[in-house]
Structure formats: C-alpha cells, structure tokens
C-alpha cells in the first residue's frame, strides 16, 4: 500500500536553508566585525559536519539504490537530492568568500591585515623564518608521494597543502609532495611582533619557509595548495549486539577516522595537472565532485580569532545575571522546596547548577544523586560535584549516553572516571539514546524522603551553557519528582516502562499524548472556542505531526512556529496551512530551548521539553516533556515566548521558498535576545562576584 504523500520541505534542503541563515550574520553590518568572522567559523563548522553525516549517509543511499532510498527521502531519488544538495553548498560557498573577502576590507579599515607569504616585510620574514624552525618544523612530516606506491591517508577534515616542484627544464615531469597543517598543535593564527596588527595563517608560514623544508632538492619552482578531505562520520553500531556498548562505540569512532570520502574542497588556484594527479592517485572521479575552494579552508578556527585587543568589534561583554529568588549563603534545596525555579541561560548564571549539585554532594542528609549525561564539559564542574559526592558517601547513578555524536570518546572518559570513583554508570538503554536532561537528589527529611529534580532543555555542560539559550526546571513537586525516579527506574531496569501521568516521555507515550493534544485544539475550534498552539522548536520534521498540524490549521486552529533550523512544514499554504506563520531566530546565541504551548480552552498546558518533533526524538530517543504547573514560571516563560515572537530584527520568516526573509513587521524594533536581557536584568542587578560573559 502506497503511503500518503504529505506536502514537505526535504529536511536537508530546509537545513541548508538554517546555514544561509547563519551566513547571513556573517553579511550582516550590524554585526560587530570579529563576530561576522565567527560566524564564518560556524557556517564552516556547520556545513563540514552537515556533509559528514547527512551527505554521507545520501552517498551510501545512492551506491545501494532501489525504491525505498527515494521512500525515505520523502519521494526523491537520492542521485536528485544529492545534486540539488551540491549546487546549494556550492552557490553558498561562493557567498561565503564574498563575504570574507568583504570583512577582510573592513578589519583593514580598522588596522587589523591578514596578509600572506608574498606581502611579509623583510623583519617580519626573519620573525616568521625563526617561528617556524622553532615551533612548526618539528610537527612537519611531509611526504614525497612520487616516492609512495599507496596513497598517504588524509585525515577527515584535516589540512594539507599539495606541493608541486618544478624544476627549470620545462619538460621534466613536476614532482608532488604532502604537508599535513598542524592546526592541532600550533595556533592557526601568527600575530606578528610590535604592530600587533598583522596576521599570518599557519599554512602561509609553512608555504614561506617551503625552501627550507625541501632545501635538499633542486627545483626553481615551489608551490603549495589547500586541500581538504571530508570523511563519512555516521555511527553504524546498531546491528552488532554482541559486543559491550563501549567496545562498540570505541571502534565505531576509529572507524569515523578511517570512513569513506565523501568530498574534497582544493584551492580552486590548483593547476589542473596537480588536481588531476591529485584525484586519481586518491580514486576519486569528476562524479565525485570536487569542490573549488578559495586559498584558506578550515574556517573553523577562525571562531578563535585573536581579539587582538579590538573589543569595539565584540559583543559587548555582559554579566550572568543573578536569579531573583537563589539568594546567596542559602540552601537551594530549600528554595526548591518552597517554589519551582525556572533558570534561563546564557542570561542567568549556570554556577546555580553546579552549587545544588555542590549543596547535595555535603549534605549529610542527602542519600543519593541520579543524573544523566549526555555532553559535558571538557573541564566539567558537574562531574566533579559527583566525586565529591561520591566521596561524601553519598550513592551516584549517573546514565551517560555513548552514542552522543562527536562526544563519544568525551564521555567514554567521564564515565571511566566516575566508574573508578565508585560512581554506579549505566550506559544509556540498548536501541535509544538517552537524550534526557534529568537529575535527580533524593534526601531524607524528618525520616521521609523529598526528592529534588532537574528537567531542563539543554546539557550539563558549563561550556555550551554560555552561548546556548536553554532552561531548567527545578522543582519539588512530587507530582514530577515521582516520574523522574520512574524514569531512572526505568534506565535501570529497561523492561520497566512505567506509566507517566504528568511527564510526557518518549519513545513510548509523547507522541501519542501531543497528537491528543493537537486533536483536542482541533475539537474546540470546530466548536468555535479559542483554539492556538503555540511551539518552540530546534527542528520540526515528523510526517505525522506535520499532517496533524495541517489539520489543525484547517481546522480554523491558530499556530505559531518558532523553529531555528529544519522546518519540513510549509507554513502560509492555500488550503494546507494558512493559519499556521513560523519564524527562526539566529543571533548571537544558539537558540536550542523546546517549549510547547496548547490553548485547551484557555486552561494552558505547557511544557519544557528536551525533545524536537522529528522522528528519532518521538520514536527512537529518551526524552522528557514535563508540565508547568507554577503559575509564575508559566506567566515567565509566556512572557519570553512573546518577546521573541515580536522580534523583527534577528528574526526570519519560514516559507516554501526558503528565502529567510527578515521579519520586518511594523513598531518597535525588537532584537529579542537583547530584549530578554534586559527583561532578566530588570529583575535583578548582575552578579558582580561572577566573571564576566558574553550576552
């Protein structure tokens, strides 16, 4: 049987559209100039891993062919959605360039010149000469390829300059070497000496002092090309069950390293004799599509460009903002206690985290701390309040997911630790990820157990938690508290499933219960009482809940979308989904927080969630969506929902043409991450004793 064709946007092409978003902080003035570079760092960062993975698992749908790759797809065939995806990244990358070549303008208006090889004075020539001996040189491992029967093994992502050598007689064949760019062990960026102004890539260092690393061959001509080869990076670890969980995961990352190549960007400067050499001595065909590159790639890093002092081209550094009710020199769990708590970062100071988990840890009365790991910290604050807790006696479950993708090998080692710590690790559950932001502290008060639980949007991760937008919830209600032991339980056991009356948790109720949701708002507006929905989301994919949304709207239900990267919906159609406006907001913070909102008759049901609506949230990951019954975290999460709603300067409109027009409605002009600031800051003065951070 034939399955209902459900008008989409195909979930990479509307990704792609989330990146131009991205580039389009790059384009904008606004923006302060070493910001705009970052974000170039971003959309490269985001584009590679985006290629890794999605391109990758597209390449492998192409060589296996047959219907059900285009069934998948949503009704294309992975050979058209592959050379839609190519021409896509091959128009935004010529944008891209554009762009760094304008900011390169603009830094120079303001003394800072990132120059190359050919522009080095003689005195800084000396500085560079000396720099390289000293630091570069003994991490080069260039190889002549003439002299090699096997290729050289390119690591993914990593860097190296194909070097042709020419020698004077014309008609003597060019010589080829390899140099891998340790970007990994020496800054990308040289600052030269007393301007403090002029900067030298890494590469063109290696690329002046090419003399010197091949000086023991004669050749008149040296020159050196970018080259990058991206790698397949999916995890394919699920059909193995007998191997241990970790074991599996460990050779699944060294497999990672080693995959096939999926692309290979080269300096579009390249003669066409050394590309040629270059792609079959590699096996790669002009089907594989090389991608033309401009000089530099790796655009990564340069999300850690030298400030060089120019504060004027940064954000303006703000304070974490103190909570209004977490007073300093008093137990948190007895806040909690009384009230919940809502935290909302960046624009709230996560050190409240840390320090409940730090209160517990020395608490004598204080039994035990369950938590789940998902990402943490390279230097995480968070697992080491579990040491310490550990070594207070106290019993710590800690559920660390392995399958988080790109912090695998991160978290195999916080789990060894805290493992050796005597913590109790439970490796997520087989077939799901433990996507969960749960903790929960179990103490005995007046010989009766309260329990304390965390339900938060984002990770325990102190890093990320500066420059992601997420909340946490903190709460005593048992109504809660009770349901996320039953999810521990359940992480324990696995065949306990529970039954959840408050929490909607997945893979096993959450979808059932936000389709009666949806179909409840359908029902009041067919039965003319207000009738809305109103979502925040990171990606919104899932066929069924899209088809259910479509109902609504022409059911006469009034939806809002505010969804910062996929939208396979098609908001504003004729007869499908006019009553439905969406918009995604990119600013100098990731939006990653999930919020659901229903009318039900005006009464409110609304909810924190760890999960988006895609299929491997609702079907195939552990996530939690847990209710908001105290009327003021209600009325304040509302109030920032609103806020970003009325934004009509870092906010897009969603259409079928992904055109990421800004809205431009009329009134005041609203930047709401600003505007949430400055809410937050109206509450409370900022926390002087907290080092400052970027807002």
């Known amino acids: 049987m034939k399955k209902e064709q459900i008008a989409l946007i195909n979930r990479d092409v509307s990704w792609l559209s989330f990146n131009d978003r991205v580039l389009q902080e790059a384009n904008d003035p606004t923006v302060p100039l070493l910001e705009r570079l970052k974000f170039l760092g971003i959309y490269s960062n985001n584009r590679d891993e985006f ?3 999605r391109v990758a698992t597209l390449m492998r749908m192409m060589k296996v062919g047959g219907t059900k790759a285009a069934e998948i797809l949503g009704g294309i065939n992975p050979e058209d959605l592959h050379a839609q995806i190519q021409k896509i990244i091959i128009a935004q990358q010529e944008r891209f360039y554009y762009s760094y070549q304008t900011i390169l303008k603009e830094l120079e208006l303001h003394g800072i010149f990132i120059i190359n090889e050919k522009q080095l004075t003689a005195e800084h020539g000396q500085f560079v000469r000396s720099f390289f001996h000293d630091e570069i040189l003994p991490a080069l491992v260039p ?9 050289p093994f390119l690591r993914d992502n990593g860097m190296y300059l194909m070097v042709t050598m020419y020698k004077k007689e014309k008609s003597e064949k060019a010589k080829y070497a390899l140099v891998e760019v340790p970007s990994d062990i020496v800054s990308r960026f040289l600052v030269l000496p007393k301007e403090n102004k002029y900067i030298l890539l890494l590469e063109d260092v290696i690329r002046y002092c090419l003399d010197d690393l091949f ?9 050196a090309h970018i080259i990058k080869l991206t790698r397949d990076a999916e995890l394919d670890i699920e059909q193995d069950v007998t191997k241990s969980l970790v074991k599996k995961v460990a050779e699944s990352i060294k497999r990672r390293k080693t995959g096939e190549p999926v692309r290979l960007t080269y300096d579009e400067e390249m003669p066409e004799e050394t590309l040629a050499y270059l792609m079959k001595r590699i096996r790669l065909s002009k089907d594989d599509l090389p991608i033309p590159g401009g000089r530099y790639h790796n655009f990564v890093d340069f999300m850690r460009f030298p400030s060089l002092k120019k504060t004027e081209l940064r954000y303006t550094k703000l304070y974490p903002l103190t909570h209004p009710v977490l007073k300093p020199k008093t137990s948190l769990l007895k806040i909690i206690k009384q009230q919940d708590v809502l935290l909302s970062f960046p624009y709230q100071s996560y050190h409240y985290i840390i320090d409940i988990l730090r209160e517990a840890s020395i608490d004598p009365k204080v039994k035990s701390i369950h938590i789940t790991l998902y990402r943490a910290s390279k230097n995480s604050k968070i697992v080491n309040a579990l040491i310490n807790a550990i070594k207070n006696n106290k019993q710590v479950t800690v559920v660390v997911e392995l399958q988080a993708r790109f912090d695998e090998e991160a978290n195999i080692k916080w789990a060894n630790k805290l493992h050796e710590e005597g913590a109790r690790i439970i490796y997520g559950v087989p077939g799901l990820k433990a996507h969960t932001k749960l903790f929960l502290i179990t103490r005995e008060e007046q010989r009766k157990i309260v329990q304390y639980a965390h339900i938060g949007t984002g990770n325990f991760n102190e890093d990320t938690a500066m420059v992601y937008c997420d909340h946490s919830l903190l709460t005593a209600d048992s109504r809660i508290t009770n349901e996320v032991a039953r999810m521990f339980q359940f992480y324990q056991d696995n065949y306990k499933t529970g039954t959840y009356k408050h929490l909607l948790v997945s893979p096993f109720f959450m979808r059932k219960r936000l389709l009666h949701l949806i179909a409840n708002e359908i ?23 899209i088809k259910e949304l479509y109902k609504a709207s022409q059911a006469g239900v009034k939806i809002r979308l505010i969804v910062r990267s996929i939208c396979s919906l098609i908001p504003g159609k004729e007869g499908l989904s006019e009553n439905i406006e969406a918009i995604s907001i990119v600013d ?4 990653h927080a999930r919020i659901f909102n229903f009318c039900d008759g005006g009464k409110e049901k609304l909810y924190l969630a760890s999960a988006d609506w895609m299929q491997r949230n609702l079907d195939f990951r552990s996530e939690v969506a847990v209710p908001i019954y105290d009327v003021q975290v209600q009325n304040q999460l509302k109030k920032l929902m609103e806020i970003q709603w009325a934004d009509n300067v870092k906010a897009r409109i969603l259409d079928q043409d992904q055109q990421n027009i800004y809205a431009n409605h009329p009134g005041k002009k609203v930047r709401s991450q600003n505007a949430i600031y400055h809410y937050f800051s109206s509450l409370v003065s900022p926390a002087k004793d907290v080092v400052p951070q970027e807002v």
């Open 523 to 545: 029902d009041n507006a067919k039965n003319n009482k207000e009738a809305w929905i109103f979502l925040k989301l990171n990606s919104l994919t899932d066929p069924e809940m």
């Open 215 to 223: 000086f023991n061959f004669e050749y008149s001509t040296i020159n």
């Open 51 to 53: 290629i890794r993975v």
């Open 588 to 591: 100098r913070y990731l939006e």
């Open 143 to 151: 190889i002549m390829l003439d002299n090699t029967k096997k290729f």
